[in-house]
């Protein structure tokens, strides 16, 4: 048991690169981490890490064996909690990454009914646009649109959004409706800045034929809410998620275009550092999954 607790102690350290700072995390004195480390290291016959006044750095040694480690505690804490669960409800704080506009208008009453079904558990949301480190933040999950491009994570599909062409009425009085995918070469189209041409893919719903037309406009951008705002002020088509753009298409600023066409569905995937996920986070992931892909 007690090498268990050293091995504990030595992921805290290494998660935190710092004895202070791991020491004040997890409420032990600095000399009793340091102490207790070290006993680590002769135990096992080799240094795991070098320390310095400035700085911790591992050793190779002490890379491997921190990953063995940290896969053994977290699979000790899911141990104890999985078994406390039979007695309470989950419980804790979740602490998630948001992307901005989905969080806005669609999960927000979502977390409001999981809210509800899980009093025991608080809530820590991060909405900045950046993409949150998993590893070295204390995020217990991210929710992400678009494909993953992180293979260190785990990936979870929890639904895959359909999109289409929207414009604003002003636009489409200004500059005529296409008929056909083809004709948006002819209109002003927002777009994701592409390193190269932009194309645009759209399939037809009844008949599954696929048309892929290279469009171009004057704005191109890295913002979901940037593009859509500026279609609603009559600058160009813009291809969204239904589910964002509804509010828009309710309030007249916006209207669905080409209707019977459709582009490639956009996936929303919770993403993990661990497959071994505490109760209140795995309840979260499958409440969302179950809400924004039923059946």
Same mark, same amino acid.
């Given at each position: 048991?007690?090498?268990?607790?050293?091995?504990?102690?030595?992921?805290?350290?290494?998660?935190?690169?710092?004895?202070?700072?791991?020491?004040?995390?997890? +409420?032990?004195?600095?000399?009793? =981490?340091?102490?207790?480390?070290?006993?680590?290291?002769?135990?096992?016959?080799?240094? =795991?890490?070098?320390?310095?006044?400035?700085?911790?750095?591992?050793?190779? /040694?002490?890379?491997?064996?921190?990953?063995?480690?940290?896969?053994?505690?977290?699979?000790?804490?899911?141990?104890?909690?999985? =078994?406390?669960?039979?007695?309470?409800?989950?419980?804790?704080?979740?602490?998630?990454?948001?992307?901005?506009?989905?969080?806005?208008?669609?999960?927000?009453?979502?977390?409001?009914?999981?809210?509800?079904?899980?009093?025991?558990?608080?809530?820590?949301?991060?909405?900045?646009?950046?993409?949150?480190?998993?590893?070295?933040?204390?995020?217990?999950?991210?929710?992400?649109? +678009?494909?993953?491009?992180?293979?260190?994570?785990?990936?979870?599909?929890?639904?895959?959004?359909?999109?289409?062409?929207?414009?604003?009425?002003?636009?489409?009085?200004?500059?005529?409706?296409?008929?056909?995918?083809?004709?948006?070469?002819?209109?002003?189209?927002?777009?994701?800045?592409?390193?190269? /041409?932009?194309?645009?893919?759209?399939?037809?719903?009844?008949?599954?034929?696929?048309?892929?037309?290279?469009?171009? +406009?004057?704005?191109?951008?890295?913002?979901?809410?940037?593009?859509?705002?500026? /279609?609603?002020?009559?600058?160009?088509?813009?291809?969204?998620?239904?589910?964002?753009? /509804?509010?828009?298409?309710?309030?007249?600023?916006?209207?669905?275009?080409?209707?019977?066409?459709? +582009?490639?569905?956009?996936?929303?995937?919770?993403?993990?550092?661990?497959?071994?996920?505490?109760?209140?986070?795995?309840?979260?992931?499958?409440?969302?999954?179950?809400?924004?892909?039923?059946?």
């Amino acid at each position: 048991m007690e090498l268990l607790n050293d091995m504990a102690l030595f992921v805290e350290v290494v998660k935190a690169m710092s004895f202070r700072r791991a020491a004040d995390a997890i +409420g032990v004195p600095n000399s009793t =981490l340091s102490r207790r480390v070290s006993a680590l290291e002769k135990a096992i016959g080799l240094r =795991l890490m070098h320390r310095t006044t400035r700085r911790l750095e591992l050793t190779e /040694a002490g890379q491997i064996y921190f990953e063995r480690c940290k896969r053994i505690v977290d699979e000790a804490k899911l141990a104890h909690e999985q =078994l406390g669960e039979l007695l309470a409800q989950p419980s804790g704080v979740l602490r998630a990454s948001l992307p901005v506009d989905f969080a806005t208008s669609t999960l927000a009453p979502l977390i409001a009914e999981f809210a509800a079904i899980y009093p025991g558990i608080r809530f820590e949301f991060d909405l900045t646009p950046r993409r949150v480190d998993l590893v070295s933040e204390p995020f217990d999950v991210a929710i992400r649109m +678009g494909e993953s491009q992180d293979s260190n994570l785990i990936a979870r599909l929890l639904a895959q959004l359909p999109t289409h062409l929207y414009a604003s009425p002003t636009y489409l009085e200004r500059a005529g409706e296409p008929q056909a995918p083809a004709d948006l070469v002819n209109h002003e189209c927002l777009g994701f800045k592409a390193a190269k /041409a932009m194309v645009w893919t759209l399939t037809r719903e009844d008949s599954g034929a696929v048309e892929s037309v290279e469009v171009g +406009g004057r704005f191109q951008l890295n913002s979901v809410g940037m593009l859509r705002r500026m /279609a609603t002020l009559d600058l160009g088509f813009v291809l969204s998620v239904d589910a964002l753009a /509804a509010r828009d298409v309710q309030q007249g600023r916006l209207v669905r275009v080409l209707p019977a066409w459709q +582009g490639p569905p956009v996936p929303v995937y919770a993403m993990t550092e661990t497959r071994l996920l505490p109760a209140k986070t795995q309840r979260f992931i499958e409440f969302l999954r179950e809400r924004l892909h039923p059946g």
